[in-house]
């Protein structure tokens, strides 16, 4: 390797590196206006669509949408979507079936690849134009409440970083779903 070739090699690593850095703080200074989004808002069905919306927009996917957990039937209802070819709302998933139900299972985020071809995805997606999914649980504490995914169309598209980045936003998440939900208890 020439002088040369190791300052170009050198000087491509910088450019990515500083690039990867412009990216996070854009995701970081997008989380915070997120944040305050979410707190102003007060019904619960609002509330899952601003988190799905802005969870989506903040890994650049395709779509994506908002498990709520059921604990009195132990079982995860698929209750916001952003994506023209989701699921029905009301769609059920047990404990460890498919993606969502692996991640209540585990406790865990997980992310797949190419869900078409994943040997553990939900018999009901079969024939949905699923790709890359990323998912990860939403808590309250200890309080299982949730389960956020993001997808895309590119087999690959989500890396550990992004399901960082995502679990970080899924912290918030929880907090506006706690408060919405507590409102409408209070409500009835």
Same mark, same amino acid.
């Given at each position: ?27 970081? @200074?997008?989380? &915070? ?6 707190? #102003?808002? *007060?019904?619960? =069905?609002?509330?899952? %669509? ?46 460890? @079936?498919?993606? &969502? ?6 406790? #865990?985020? *997980?992310?797949? =690849?190419?869900?078409? %071809? ?40 989500f890396s550990s970083d992004d399901a960082e980045l995502l679990s970080l936003f899924a912290n918030q998440a929880a907090i506006a779903i706690h408060n919405a939900q507590l409102l409408e208890?209070?409500?009835?």
């Amino acid at each position: 390797e020439t002088i040369i070739e190791g300052l170009a090699s050198d000087i491509t690593e910088r450019k990515q590196a500083d690039l990867k850095l412009r990216q996070y703080a854009r995701q970081l @200074e997008a989380m &915070s206006e997120i944040s305050v989004d979410l707190m #102003t808002q *007060l019904d619960l =069905e609002s509330v899952l %669509h601003s988190i799905a919306s802005h969870a989506v927009e903040l890994l650049s996917g395709n779509g994506g949408g908002l498990y709520l957990y059921r604990p009195e039937r132990d079982v995860l209802e698929w209750s916001m979507a952003v994506h023209p070819d989701a699921a029905p709302i009301g769609t059920i998933l047990q404990r460890g @079936e498919g993606l &969502s139900g692996k991640v209540l299972e585990k406790g #865990t985020l *997980l992310i797949v =690849e190419d869900y078409k %071809h994943w040997e553990d995805r939900a018999a009901f997606f079969e024939g949905y134009p699923r790709t890359a999914i990323v998912a990860v649980p939403v808590r309250w504490g200890e309080e299982f409440l949730g389960v956020l995914n993001v997808l895309s169309d590119s087999p690959g598209a989500f890396s550990s970083d992004d399901a960082e980045l995502l679990s970080l936003f899924a912290n918030q998440a929880a907090i506006a779903i706690h408060n919405a939900q507590l409102l409408e208890v209070e409500q009835e």
